[in-house]
């Protein structure tokens, strides 16, 4: 294995992203523009012209594109910390705080019907002196 | 590898006149050096790409591939970002490929009223892109949304109660966010030549937390676009809620479509 791997070309997935961020003054096709940005218009856009070989990009294989793309831009965003979906009681198959609440209110009835359980029988006993006085 | 198993990669489409200039010592999908083919007043920007890669069969499974789809899409677009440096193009969809030049002599022919259309409309313009993104948060509030009490009881009722109002207010920022939105391109029409709406991209591929209320693009006159991009700062100063972002300017990729499409 070699480390000076030409085939190897990490390429940055995500935009600097700033307010009013802009790629520059110059046409520029770098590194730096968003991946997503060029997809859309080199996929989507252009001439559309019809060459020898046929492949139809707006059909299945777009579509899997772009459920790739997501899939990858969720993983990229976790590593930038962006990880809000998992806290979102909606999103996430997670202990939401909706289910603790459920999970209390379980605890408490159950609470309740042992005490009630408790109480008849304390009641119960209490009668039996009065019977015998 | 005999000639057999070569194909044609499009890129762009070009006036003829300057074509030799204009590709210089460009650099393809396949690593191939760019060349032009000539047809009348117009001339073809391509690359002789391998069937092998760059064949229906391997096609289909290489746009699939994001790894290959993203090096691939660089390529195509730093061809065809390095010939509308030197004056107008027509940038061509990725993966449009012929057999051999004969054919690609054949369309330029067969489509020159077309292309010579197209090019002058993009002559001496450019694409920008202008992205929208809510701060929902910040748009909810915007809104009259009640103040949560501080310390406040977290029995049941109140959690969903609480929710309820997430829910209306995030309702509303959508709305609010709507408005905003038109009212931004509207206001960049002004200072554009054309401009689309297009869908907003997921959440998710654009890498942010908010979400995306416009994508728009805009053909602008080159010597407009300090004056667009002003607008777009003028705009960013009043809205709440709302981000813009620039991107570009791009080869006409959003206003070539549409003329030869048919």
Do not use: C
Request: charged share 25%.
């Amino acid at each position: 294995m070699t480390f000076a791997d030409d085939n190897f070309a990490p390429v940055p997935r995500t935009s600097s992203g700033g307010v009013l961020s802009s790629s520059g003054g110059s046409l520029s096709s770098s590194g730096s523009t968003n991946l997503g940005d060029i997809l859309e218009r080199v996929l989507d856009k252009g001439l559309v012209i019809a060459g020898d070989i046929r492949v139809n990009l707006l059909d299945i294989e777009l579509l899997t594109i772009k459920l790739r793309l997501v899939i990858a831009s969720l993983e990229t965003a976790k590593e930038v910390g962006i990880d809000w979906w998992e806290h979102d009681p909606w999103l996430s198959g997670k202990s939401s705080e909706l289910q603790l609440e459920n999970e209390r209110l379980r605890a408490r009835i159950e609470g309740l019907e042992a005490g009630n359980g408790q109480r008849e029988v304390i009641e119960a006993r209490r009668a039996e002196p009065e019977d015998v006085d | 590898m005999s000639t057999d198993d070569v194909a044609v990669w499009l890129y762009a489409v070009i006036g003829g006149e300057v074509a030799d200039d204009r590709t210089g010592e460009l650099t393809g999908v396949d690593g191939e050096r760019v060349r032009h083919i000539d047809g009348g007043d117009l001339s073809a920007i391509v690359g002789t790409v391998h069937l092998d890669e760059f064949g229906e069969e391997a096609l289909r499974r290489n746009l699939e591939n994001l790894d290959w789809l993203s090096v691939t899409a660089r390529a195509h677009d730093a061809v065809i970002s390095a010939i509308a440096r030197s004056g107008p193009v027509l940038p061509v969809r990725m993966a449009t490929v012929y057999l051999d030049d004969e054919r690609v002599k054949e369309l330029l022919n067969t489509r020159r009223q077309d292309f010579l259309a197209a090019l002058d409309l993009v002559t001496g313009r450019d694409e920008l892109g202008v992205k929208a993104y809510g701060d929902l948060a910040a748009l909810a509030a915007g809104g009259n949304s009640a103040p949560q009490p501080a310390g406040e009881k977290r029995s049941g009722t109140a959690y969903l109660m609480k929710r309820k109002q997430q829910l209306t207010a995030h309702e509303k920022a959508h709305s609010a966010a709507a408005a905003e939105a038109e009212r931004v391109h509207a206001t960049l029409l002004r200072h554009a030549v054309d401009g689309k709406q297009r869908p907003p991209g997921e959440p998710a591929v654009t890498g942010k937390r908010a979400w995306t209320v416009l994508n728009g693009t805009y053909l602008v006159d080159r010597n407009r676009v300090p004056t667009f991009r002003a607008a777009v700062a003028e705009l960013q100063e009043t809205t709440i809620g709302i981000e813009l972002e620039i991107t570009g300017p791009w080869p006409p990729y959003s206003f070539t479509g549409d003329v030869v499409s048919s």
